[in-house]
Structure formats: structure tokens, C-alpha cells
T-cell receptor
């Protein structure tokens, strides 16, 4: 099945550094979602984006819906050790409407933070 | 609310054995789904259900059966386990009208020898 292109695949950073990751698609999306998965747990929704250009924050996390509708970005400022985990992007194609529309997932960005 | 619960947390099977992975949610969500997560493959949809008595196939349904007799429960059955089914399985649920807000269970790590 189709997947989103998510990069980087992994990051190893020092505590206090800012983090940026992105997700791209060859087709237009109506919704962009960012999830975090901690070790041994299921993914948890961090931020949902619904229109082109939208910029939304959740604490130290900020995500943007790209103006082309084919990409999205997630930034984490002043990283801390509990930011460790895998960050997934996901979204809905513009042509996939209705309540049963399925999510398209990226492969994740694995983040490690050195205290 | 307990949210989405899954049992067992870990399971080891031999090839050919059968088992059922349990999933329950107490949020009155109409929509429930099963995913498998494999290294380098991300999350792949196995089966989903939009309500009691209604199920449909996802991206990778072969080797798995599901049923939905109640709103709360959505078990996943492996009739004859194969090593290719070694994976981490996640159950998720949401309100049917909120495709953007999905809640995941903690996962079941399955190893098939």
C-alpha cells in the first residue's frame, strides 16, 4: 500500500536541541496527523492539521500543513529525554472522503535524546 | 475510562497454532481496526469494523479473521499461525465521524516459531 515519505529515518540529538522532521506525499492530502509512539506503547495523536498553511502547536511541538498540501513538518523545541520515541506522520488523501476513509502512514522518525 | 485494552501483551506460538488477540474499548466508538507493525514497514491495516456486525478488509487481511458482535469488542483470530505473522499488533478505535482522532491500544507482541 501507499506510504508517506518521512525523514529523517532516525535522529540522535543532545538534550536542549531543536528537532525538525517532515513528511511528503506525491498526492494532495486533506488531513495531516502527527503521532508519537513510546517504547512498548501504541501511537498517541499529538497534532492534527486540516488546511493548507495551518500552523498548530502543542506545548513544545509545532506542526505545519504545507501550502502545496503534499507535505507537513513537525518541530520540537528544546528537546528533553522524554521526547524519545518514534514520530509518525499520517494523513487522508483528498480523494478519500467519508467516515471510513483510511489513514496513510509514514514509516516513522526514531528520536533519541542524549541527556 | 480504560480506553483501548489489548490482551495478551506477549505471545509465542508454534507454526500452525491458532489464537485470538483480544481488543476492547469503553469509549462507545463505532469504528475499530487492527494494524500490524513491522520494522521498516510502518503500520499496516489488517481489518476494520464500522459497527457491530460489520467488518471489512484492510491492506493485509490474509491469514486473519475478525468479527464484531458488540460495539466494545473486536477480536483478531489467527487460524493457522505462520512465521510471517510475527509482528506487533495494535488495535485502534474512534468515532465513525472523527477519522482524524484514533486511539490505540498498547499492542500485542506476537512471535511465531
Amino acid at each position: 500500500g501507499q506510504q508517506l515519505n518521512q525523514s529523517p529515518q532516525s535522529m540522535f540529538i543532545q538534550e536542549g536541541e531543536d528537532v525538525s522532521m517532515n513528511c511528503t506525499s506525491s498526492s494532495i492530502f486533506n488531513t495531516w496527523l502527527w503521532y508519537k509512539q513510546e517504547p512498548g506503547e501504541g501511537p498517541v495523536l499529538l497534532i492534527a492539521l486540516y488546511k493548507a498553511g495551518e500552523l498548530t502547536s502543542n506545548g513544545r511541538l509545532t506542526a505545519q500543513f504545507g501550502i502545496t498540501r503534499k507535505d507537513s513538518f513537525l518541530n520540537i523545541s528544546a528537546s528533553i529525554p522524554s521526547d524519545v520515541g518514534i514520530y509518525f506522520c499520517a494523513g487522508h488523501h483528498h480523494f478519500n472522503a467519508g467516515n471510513n476513509r483510511k489513514l496513510i502512514w509514514g514509516l516513522g522518525t526514531s528520536l533519541a535524546v542524549n541527556p | 475510562n480504560a480506553g483501548v485494552t489489548q490482551t495478551p501483551k506477549f505471545q509465542v506460538l508454534k507454526t500452525g497454532q491458532s489464537m485470538t488477540l483480544q481488543c476492547a474499548q469503553d469509549m462507545n466508538h463505532e469504528y475499530m481496526s487492527w494494524y500490524r507493525q513491522d520494522p521498516g514497514m510502518g503500520l499496516r491495516l489488517i481489518h476494520y469494523s464500522v459497527g457491530a456486525g460489520i467488518t471489512d478488509q484492510g491492506e493485509v487481511p490474509n491469514g486473519y479473521n475478525v468479527s464484531r458482535s458488540t460495539t466494545e469488542d473486536f477480536p483478531l483470530r489467527l487460524l493457522s499461525a505462520a512465521p510471517s505473522q510475527t509482528s506487533v499488533y495494535f488495535c485502534a478505535s474512534r468515532f465513525k465521524a472523527r477519522a482524524d482522532t484514533q486511539y490505540f491500544g498498547p499492542g500485542t507482541r506476537l512471535t511465531v516459531l
